[in-house]
T-cell receptor, first 114, second 116 residues
Framework: LAKTTQPISMDSYEGQEVNITCSHN???????ITWYQQFPSQGPRFIIQ???TKVTNEVASLFIPADRKSSTLSLPRVSLSDTAVYYC???????????????FGTGTQLKVEL | DTEVTQTPKHLVMGMTNKKSLKCEQH?????MYWYKQKAKKPPELMFV???????INESVPSRFSPECPNSSLLNLHLHALQPEDSALYLC???????????????FGPGTRLTVT
C-alpha cells in the first residue's frame, strides 16, 4: 500500500497560489499520482494526474521530482470556491497488479478566505 | 454526458429493513465502484465491477450486496445494517481497467445513509 502523507489543513487568501505537497516514499514503478478535490457531501472530482516531471491543465499544475517520492499540487490564484478537501492518491488502478493499490490518503483541508 | 447519478440522495433505514442504492452512468465506462465514506475520513473502496463482473470485494460484510445488471447500472442492496454503517456511499465509474495505465474516476454525489 502506497502510504501518502499530506498536511491536514492549509489556509490561504483569495488570489494567492497554493501548493499542497504529498509525500509517497514507497511509490512503485507503475504507480501514477492523482489528485482529487472534494466538497462537503459531494463525490470527489478529478483534478490532475501525472507520472513524472510536470503536468498542467486548465485548473492546476502537478510537479513531480525525478525520484517521484513526493508531488506538489499547485492551484494558481485560488478563490473562495476552492475551499475543499484535496486528496493525493498514489497507485495503480484495481486489477492491474504489481504496484500499490490506489487508495485515498487522509487529505488536506484547504480553507480560502477573503 | 460525464455525470454519474445516484439515488436516493438521502436514506434512513432501520436495522431490519431492506433497501437498495442505485447508480447510473452513460459514459460507456466498463468499471464501476462502490465506496463508503465516514465523516471527515477519506473514501474507502468496497467493491469494483469490471465488465459487469465483481472483480474486487474489499472484505465487505455480507449485509452489503452489490449487483451490476448492465454496463450502465450499479446497485448496492442493503439488509440488516448496523448504526455504524451510517455513512456517505459513493459510486464511481472509470474506463476499462483491463487496458492498464492511469484511470480517472468519475464520482456520483453519493447517498447519505442513516441506520437507526
Amino acid at each position: 500500500l502506497a502510504k501518502t502523507t499530506q498536511p491536514i489543513s492549509m489556509d490561504s487568501y483569495e488570489g494567492q497560489e497554493v501548493n499542497i505537497t504529498c509525500s509517497h516514499n514507497n511509490i512503485a514503478t507503475n504507480d501514477y499520482i492523482t489528485w482529487y478535490q472534494q466538497f462537503p457531501s459531494q463525490g470527489p472530482r478529478f483534478i490532475i494526474q501525472g507520472y513524472k516531471t510536470k503536468v498542467t491543465n486548465e485548473v492546476a499544475s502537478l510537479f513531480i521530482p525525478a525520484d517521484r517520492k513526493s508531488s506538489t499540487l499547485s492551484l494558481p490564484r485560488v478563490s473562495l470556491s476552492d475551499t475543499a478537501v484535496y486528496y493525493c492518491l498514489v497507485g495503480e488502478p484495481p486489477l492491474t497488479g504489481g504496484g500499490n493499490k490506489l487508495t485515498f490518503g487522509t487529505g488536506t483541508q484547504l480553507k480560502v478566505e477573503l | 454526458d460525464t455525470e454519474v447519478t445516484q439515488t436516493p440522495k438521502h436514506l434512513v433505514m432501520g436495522m431490519t429493513n431492506k433497501k437498495s442504492l442505485k447508480c447510473e452512468q452513460h459514459m460507456g465506462h466498463r468499471a464501476m465502484y462502490w465506496y463508503k465514506q465516514k465523516a471527515k475520513k477519506p473514501p474507502e473502496l468496497m467493491f469494483v465491477y469490471s465488465y459487469e463482473k465483481l472483480s474486487i470485494n474489499e472484505s465487505v460484510p455480507s449485509r452489503f450486496s452489490p449487483e451490476c445488471p448492465n454496463s450502465s447500472l450499479l446497485n448496492l442492496h442493503l439488509h440488516a445494517l448496523q448504526p455504524e454503517d451510517s455513512a456517505l456511499y459513493l459510486c464511481a465509474s472509470s474506463q476499462d481497467l483491463s487496458r492498464g495505465g492511469p484511470v480517472e474516476q468519475y464520482f456520483g454525489p453519493g447517498t447519505r445513509l442513516t441506520v437507526t
